[in-house]
C-alpha cells in the first residue's frame, strides 16, 4: 500500500443483471488530498462511492483502509463509518428539528446525551475548529444550507473519518457559501482528511481539487494531477472524444434560414428559477431545431424547466412570436402551445399503471379539462392513431404503459405532446436507453416536424446527435450560458472547448 494512500481500491468490479457497471477501477485517496472523481450519466460515479460504503457489495477486487493489514470488507454504511469513511450527501440528512449539537451526536454509541452541557461545549469547540459559523443550542433548521452541510461535515470529521465523501455538497449553495465550503475542505485538508468530491462543476474542481480521475462507461479513464488535466482535456475524456478526430471535420452541418423579419416563437430574457440556473437568454424561430448543450449538470435541463414553467420562475421575461406571456407553471406553458418531454421518463413521464391510450391523451385531457372528459371512441381514436403514426410496440391501446420497453414508453410521451399540436416542443435527453433503431426513428421524426414548421429544442448527452440535427446550440457550463455555436462553428472540438472555457 502507497506509504500517503489512505484509501486504495483496486480492481472493483460490480455487475447488475445486464450491465457492467465497474469494470477493473482504480481508485486511490491520499491523505490531505481533495480528489474529484468525474464521469458523466452512467459512467459508474455513484456505484463506486455505493461499494465503498456498503450500500452495494462489489463482485471482485479489494478494498485497503490506512492502519489495518488486510483487506476491509464492507457490508453496511455503518460498517464504512466504523472502518473511518464518511459521506456527506447533497441532500441534508439530519434531522432539521434538533439542535445543532443534538445532530452532532445522535446514534453515536456513547449515550453522550447523558450530560447535555458536555454535549453542547464540545459540540462549540469543534464549531469553533472549523470556522463554523453556528451555535450549538440553535435548532439546525434555522441555519442555512450551507451551514447544514458544514455541520454535516464537521460531525463525519468528528467521528475520526479517515475518508470524507462530499456528493454533490455544492449544488444548492450560492458562490458566497460555496466559498465558506471551501475553506473548510483546505482546512480539512490541512489536517489531513482525504476527501472525495463528486461534482459536476468544472470551475469548482479546478478552484480546489488536488486530483482527478475520470470514469467512462463503469472503467477507468485515469488519474491525474489537476495541473496535468487541462479543462478541456477532461472534457475530452469524460465525453470519450478524441480532440483530433478528423471524422468530425467531414461532418456536414445542419444550417437554419431563418425568414427576413421573422419574430421568434419563443424568447426569453434574463430569465431564471429555483432550480439554480443563472439568467439566461433563448430564442427560436419556426421550423428551426436548436439545443442546449453541456455537461450532466451544466443546468441545459434546467433552463427547459424554466421555460416550461417546470421549475419556479424567480425573473426575466418571456415572449411567444414577440407578446409577453406569463408562464409559472405548466398549463400555462400548455395553454401557450409548448410541449415538453422530461429527461426522466419514468419519474416526470409515464404514468406506469395507466394504459398506453390514457397516457397519450393526458395532455390533451388537462388542456381540455378533466370536468369535459374524451369519449371511449375520441381516446381510442387518438391512441390508434398514435400508436400507428409512431410505430409504438404494444399488444393494445389498453396496455398499461410501464409493460412497455423504454423505446416504446419514450414514444408514448411524444404522441402525448404531438396530440396537443405544440408549436414549441422541447425534448430532453428522448433517445436516452433505447435501441438503436428506435433512437434513429425519433430523429428523424423531429427534423421531419421542423420541416413542417415546428419549432423544437433537443437536448441529448451524445454529442453527434446534437450534431446531426440542431442547427443552433447554446452551450452550457455550471448552470450558465457560457457561448452559442451554428453554422461552421458545430463541431466537436468547439463545443468542448467552449464547455471548458474557450480552451484550445
Given at each position: ?108 454509541e456513547n449515550n453522550v446525551y447523558q450530560n447535555w452541557e458536555k454535549m453542547n461545549t464540545d459540540t462549540t469547540k469543534i464549531l469553533k475548529s472549523l470556522d463554523i459559523q453556528a451555535e450549538a443550542t440553535q435548532e439546525l433548521g434555522s441555519c442555512s444550507i450551507a451551514v447544514q452541510q458544514m455541520v454535516a461535515i464537521a460531525r463525519a470529521v468528528d467521528m475520526e473519518c479517515k475518508v470524507l465523501i462530499l456528493d454533490e455538497p455544492t449544488s444548492s449553495l450560492d458562490e458566497q457559501e460555496v466559498e465558506k465550503l471551501f475553506k473548510l475542505m483546505r482546512d480539512l485538508r490541512a489536517k489531513g482528511v482525504g476527501i472525495i468530491f463528486v461534482t459536476h462543476f468544472l470551475d469548482q474542481v479546478y478552484e ?297
Amino acid at each position: 500500500m502507497k506509504d500517503k494512500a489512505v484509501l486504495e481500491m483496486k480492481n472493483i468490479h460490480k455487475n447488475f443483471p445486464g450491465v457492467r457497471a465497474l469494470q477493473g477501477v482504480d481508485f486511490t485517496l491520499c491523505e490531505g488530498e481533495i480528489h474529484a472523481l468525474m464521469g458523466e450519466n452512467g459512467a459508474g460515479k455513484s456505484t463506486l462511492i455505493k461499494v465503498l460504503t456498503g450500500v452495494y457489495g462489489k463482485d471482485e477486487g479489494q478494498i485497503f483502509i490506512k492502519g489495518r493489514e488486510d483487506e476491509i470488507l464492507i457490508k453496511s454504511p455503518e460498517e464504512a463509518q466504523k472502518a473511518g469513511i464518511s459521506t456527506v450527501y447533497q441532500e441534508i440528512t439530519l434531522c432539521l428539528n434538533l439542535t445543532v449539537a443534538e445532530n452532532m451526536f445522535i446514534g453515536r454509541e456513547n449515550n453522550v446525551y447523558q450530560n447535555w452541557e458536555k454535549m453542547n461545549t464540545d459540540t462549540t469547540k469543534i464549531l469553533k475548529s472549523l470556522d463554523i459559523q453556528a451555535e450549538a443550542t440553535q435548532e439546525l433548521g434555522s441555519c442555512s444550507i450551507a451551514v447544514q452541510q458544514m455541520v454535516a461535515i464537521a460531525r463525519a470529521v468528528d467521528m475520526e473519518c479517515k475518508v470524507l465523501i462530499l456528493d454533490e455538497p455544492t449544488s444548492s449553495l450560492d458562490e458566497q457559501e460555496v466559498e465558506k465550503l471551501f475553506k473548510l475542505m483546505r482546512d480539512l485538508r490541512a489536517k489531513g482528511v482525504g476527501i472525495i468530491f463528486v461534482t459536476h462543476f468544472l470551475d469548482q474542481v479546478y478552484e480546489v481539487c488536488d486530483k482527478i480521475t475520470v470514469l467512462r462507461d463503469g472503467k477507468l479513464v485515469g488519474e491525474y494531477e489537476i495541473n496535468d488535466l487541462p479543462r478541456v482535456k477532461l472534457v475530452s475524456k469524460m465525453l470519450g472524444k478524441d480532440l483530433d478526430e478528423k471524422t468530425e471535420e467531414s461532418k456536414k452541418y445542419r444550417i437554419y434560414e431563418k425568414k427576413s423579419g421573422a419574430v421568434p416563437v419563443i424568447e426569453t430574457e434574463g430569465l431564471y428559477s429555483n432550480g439554480g440556473i443563472k439568467p439566461f437568454d433563448f430564442n427560436i424561430y419556426k421550423g428551426e431545431v436548436n439545443g442546449f448543450t453541456g455537461l450532466l449538470g451544466s443546468g441545459r435541463s434546467e433552463c427547459v424547466r424554466a421555460i416550461f414553467g417546470a421549475d419556479g420562475i424567480l425573473g426575466g421575461t418571456m415572449k411567444k412570436n414577440g407578446k409577453t406571456v406569463k408562464i409559472t407553471k405548466p398549463i400555462d406553458a400548455m395553454k401557450n402551445g409548448i410541449g415538453y418531454l422530461p429527461e426522466d421518463r419514468k419519474v416526470d413521464g409515464i404514468i406506469g399503471d395507466l394504459s398506453v391510450r390514457d397516457n397519450i391523451i393526458f395532455a390533451l385531457q388537462v388542456l381540455r379539462g378533466f370536468f369535459k372528459p374524451f369519449t371511449k371512441a375520441e381516446a381510442n381514436k387518438f391512441a390508434d392513431e398514435y400508436i400507428k403514426l409512431l410505430g409504438i410496440k404494444t399488444a393494445s391501446a389498453n396496455t398499461p404503459i410501464k409493460s412497455l420497453s423504454g423505446g416504446n414508453q419514450q414514444k408514448c410521451i411524444l404522441a402525448r405532446w404531438l396530440l396537443t399540436n405544440p408549436e414549441y416542443l422541447i425534448l430532453d435527453e428522448p433517445t436516452r436507453g433505447i435501441d438503436i433503431g428506435t433512437k434513429t426513428e425519433i430523429q428523424k421524426l423531429v427534423l421531419k416536424l421542423a420541416g413542417e414548421g415546428m419549432s423544437i429544442t433537443f437536448i441529448s448527452s451524445e454529442i453527434d446527435e446534437m450534431l446531426g440535427t440542431c442547427s443552433r446550440l447554446v452551450v452550457m457550463r455550471d448552470r450558465k450560458v457560457v457561448g452559442e455555436l451554428s453554422g461552421e462553428e458545430l463541431s466537436q472540438s468547439m463545443i468542448m472547448s467552449t464547455i471548458a472555457g474557450g480552451e484550445k
